[in-house]
């Protein structure tokens, strides 16, 4: 895999996985800020 592909495919697969793990942590109240940390993760 070409390294500019590297990261969309990182989105893509494990964005849902850190941000469950997170929302699993913060609360699912907190589930934005799940999202949020996981999108500036990347």
Not at 7 to 21: A, C, D, G, N, Y
Request: proline share 2%; charged share 20%.
């Amino acid at each position: 895999m070409h390294q500019q592909e590297l990261i969309p495919h990182l989105f893509r697969t494990e964005f849902s996985k850190i941000s469950t793990v997170l929302s699993r942590l913060f609360g699912i109240e907190n589930l934005q800020l799940a999202e949020d940390i996981a999108s500036d993760t990347f």
